[in-house]
Nanobody, 115 residues
Framework: VQLQASGGRLVQAGGSLRLSCAAS????????MGWFRQAPGKEREFVGR????????YSADSVKGRFTISRNNLQSTVHLQMNSLRPEDTATYYC?????????WGQGTLVTVSS
């Protein structure tokens, strides 16, 4: 499975951004899809996931209510809608796919939130 994340860019604090991840080479509808992020100098952090049927789980209070994950199984895409962005959301965002564990990873897309 190949994953291509896109949509990252520079945005002002308080703004919104929608990241996309396109999958190819596998049966997208059987995979759970996840979003992770890694800020400069920090370890990779789990942001959230969405099951094949669309059930979502988010990591921490810092993103709950601001970030929303959705998927389109027909188009083999998953999205991360990010609202009310904060400077601390600055990171490279990665999408991942898997069944029991996240076995497949995309290359990441950089999100920079300016204050």
């Amino acid at each position: 499975v190949q994953l291509q994340a896109s949509g990252g860019r520079l945005v002002q604090a308080g703004g919104s951004l929608r990241l996309s991840c396109a999958a190819s080479g596998g049966t997208f509808s059987v995979y759970s899809m996840g979003w992770f992020r890694q800020a400069p100098g920090k370890e990779r952090e789990f942001v959230g996931r969405i099951s094949p049927s669309g059930v979502t789980l988010y990591s921490a209070d810092s993103v709950k209510g601001r970030f929303t994950i959705s998927r389109n199984n027909l188009q083999s895409t998953v999205h991360l809608q990010m609202n009310s962005l904060r400077p601390e959301d600055t990171a490279t965002y990665y999408c991942a796919a898997g069944i029991d564990t996240f076995s497949y990873w995309g290359q990441g897309t950089l999100v920079t939130v300016s204050s």
